[in-house]
């Protein structure tokens, strides 16, 4: 599978985005999918990630209440709501899939195979 991250932009502390992290190829259906970020200077770090059915989901403590991951595998998509966004939310956004994540790995970047290219938040204070 291959995954596209899009969605990204400028937006003020405060703002919102809705990033998108599309699948072609096979069906999202079978992926554990995460997001990373990676701010400048800094190394990359758990965002968010969602189980296969959608049934689980786990969230950094540093967004989570504002952030949201989501899928909609009829639309080979998964997404993630970033509400109430702050200047230290700026980074490169990567989604990421695997096919054989168990629990206790979802927050792990070596958990999963295949990444997308990045979409870039950058929010102004």
């Known amino acids: 599978v291959q995954l596209q991250a899009c969605g990204g932009g400028r937006v003020q502390a405060g703002g919102f985005l809705r990033l998108s992290c599309a699948a072609s190829?096979?069906?999202?259906?079978?992926?554990?999918i995460a997001w990373f970020r990676q701010a400048p200077g800094k190394v990359r770090e758990f965002v968010a990630a969602?189980?296969?059915?959608?049934?689980?989901?786990v969230h950094a403590d540093s967004v989570k209440g504002r952030f949201t991951i989501s899928r909609d595998n009829t639309k080979n998509t998964v997404y993630l709501q970033m509400n109430s966004l702050k200047p230290e939310d700026t980074a490169v956004y990567y989604c990421a899939g695997g096919t054989t994540v168990i629990l206790s790995n979802l927050r792990s970047q070596t958990a999963y195979s295949t990444w997308g290219q990045g979409t870039e938040v950058t929010v102004s204070s």
């Open positions: 969602i189980r296969q059915s959608g049934g689980t989901t």
């Open positions: 190829g096979r069906s999202l259906s079978r992926y554990a």
